[in-house]
């Protein structure tokens, strides 16, 4: 029996992005369907949706009736739709914070990209999807701040990782000149949405896609010689 075909999958994403999520959760239900045929390691790329959101945030129903011109009705649909969407790929963005959940917000996410190319470099691509995906959680289903260092330290330091370590990285201006580099080549490459998924740092998948695609296009790359 052949071993396993090894890819690598790069995402472009943001903490703030939903469908980044279910993109991801799509994306692992695919490899499961390849198991035994297609291993895959996943590294998380900056994409920032709201670069120029200041430190207090904003909420999130009167951010997408600005950027969007939705109306209360549209916006209560659409999150109802988003949450059957996240159901269905095993995401939930219900809250699981005790009493009334807090304001749904819209954060600036430098500080959180940073601390995610930190989690890579030092500690390699298994940690760092278990950060990205602990700050999704803590975004989603805490309504935290994840723009605030104390809250960023201490999701870091609830999956094992050096406090301290975690942040330094936030005051690491090198760390910060990478992630902006790392999104001019998002750019460069015209992603203007996330997801963004580069298998093979040259195959694109676009959006979010249902499990069935990404088996498609894994096995596509796997032909095509990687």
Known sequence: MNAPAKLSIDIYSDVMCPWCIIGYSQLQKGLAMLEGEIEAEVRWLPYELNPDMPPQG???????????????DEIEANRDRLTAIGDRAGYSFRYTGEGEPPEAMIW??????????WALIEHG???QNRLKLALFDAHFQQRRNVS?????VDV?????????GARAAL????????VRREEAQAWDMNISGVPAMIVQG????????????????LRRVVVKGL
């Not at 600036?108 to 990209?113: D, S």
């Not at 005051?171 to 990478?178: N, P, S, T």
């Not at 998948?205 to 088996?215: F, L, S, T």
């Open 125 to 127: 691509a298994a940690v």
């Open 108 to 117: 600036n996410t430098f500080a959180a990209h940073k601390l995610l190319k």
């Open 202 to 217: 040259k195959f694109l998948i676009p959006g979010a896609q249902e499990p069935e695609v990404y088996v498609s296009v």
């Open 171 to 178: 005051d690491d201006e090198a760390l910060g000149v990478i």
């Open 148 to 152: 605030d260092p104390d809250v960023l």
């Open 58 to 72: 904003e909420g999130q129903g009167e951010h997408i009736a600005r950027k969007y011109g939705r109306s209360p």
């Open 156 to 164: 870091a330091a609830s999956l094992g990782l050096d406090p301290a």
